[in-house]
């Protein structure tokens, strides 16, 4: 179906931000059932008293999360690439539901923020706690994550005395050295000591999906008005208005009207005044 410069350029930013969507959804969902089938954390999911903890929580969001994005990176490649109006509906609608919760998730984290820092707090010793119990390298690289996302180091801060020292970021000067902040203290101010990385984050997610929903809408009538069947309305001229037809059985020709001569009409041939070729 032929699109217009506008079409094409909705299509495109669909498909990159479908991509971008991809990889976070995997990522999230690959995560979350690591966690939740590891060998070294799958205990904390059988034990009852546990299955309100920040690190059951967290794990089942992170399911959560990826298989949604999953669902709309899969209506929204569907509908953008094979330019199917049904699947872009139920993207744009996806899109605008995950919109709506963002803003939601965000008024509720800032209201309760002293709930939501106390739980990543819990999450964080959870996995401090795992790996030095188990060593599993990809509970280290979560850490190490965490640590130079906040620039922290450990649950005390002390580098050359902190079991997780080689998860621990570059100190900044010469004191980081022996002395960094510790991540349950930064985490539970998260929101005080990082509010600029929160409204980065929660502001581009917003912007993201507002984009994706435009471009979905704009692509699904830019499809709606490619699709649909132009009709040629066709008028008779008043030359030929305002002169009588001919009969059916009579070849007029009315490409050219000239008012002072007569209409030149053409007989139709029968079979006797077709001429035959002399052999």
């Known amino acids: 179906m032929q699109l217009d410069g506008c079409g094409r350029a909705c299509k495109y930013i669909l498909f990159v931000f479908n991509l971008i969507f991809a990889v976070l ?97 819990e999450f964080y010793i959870t996995m401090y706690t795992l790996y030095l119990a188990s060593g599993d390298p990809v509970i280290g690289f979560i850490l190490t994550i965490i640590h130079k996302m906040l ?49 980065g984050v929660f502001v581009g997610t917003g912007i993201l999906l507002i984009m994706a929903l435009i471009c979905s809408i704009t692509l699904n009538k830019k499809i709606q008005s490619a699709s649909s069947p132009q009709y040629i309305i066709l008028t008779h001229s008043t030359s030929v208005l305002a002169n009588p037809q001919p009969p059916q059985h009579e070849l007029v020709s009315t490409s050219y009207s000239y008012p ?4 030149v009409i053409f007989t139709p041939l029968t079979v006797a005044n077709i001429p035959v070729p002399q052999i």
């Open 25 to 121: 959804g995997f990522a999230f969902l690959g995560l979350g059932m690591w966690l939740r089938l590891n060998n070294s954390t799958r205990d904390i999911f059988r034990v009852e008293a546990l299955n309100s903890s920040a690190f059951v929580m967290a794990v089942t969001v992170l399911i959560a999360l990826g298989s949604v994005m999953l669902i709309v990176v899969l209506f929204g490649d569907y509908g953008a690439c094979s330019e199917k109006r049904l699947s872009l509906h139920v993207f744009s609608a996806l899109v605008a539901v995950l919109a709506v919760a963002e803003v939601v998730v965000g008024v509720l984290a800032y209201s309760r923020r002293s709930q939501v820092e106390n739980g990543i707090a």
């Open 151 to 199: 620039h922290c180091c450990g649950v005390t801060g002390l580098v050359q005395f902190e079991f997780v020292k080689k998860t621990c970021p570059e100190p900044d000067g010469f004191f980081q050295k022996f002395k960094m902040p510790n991540c349950p203290e930064i985490m539970v101010n998260f929101f005080d000591s990082k509010e600029s990385l929160v409204i």
């Open 260 to 263: 002072d001569q007569d209409p």
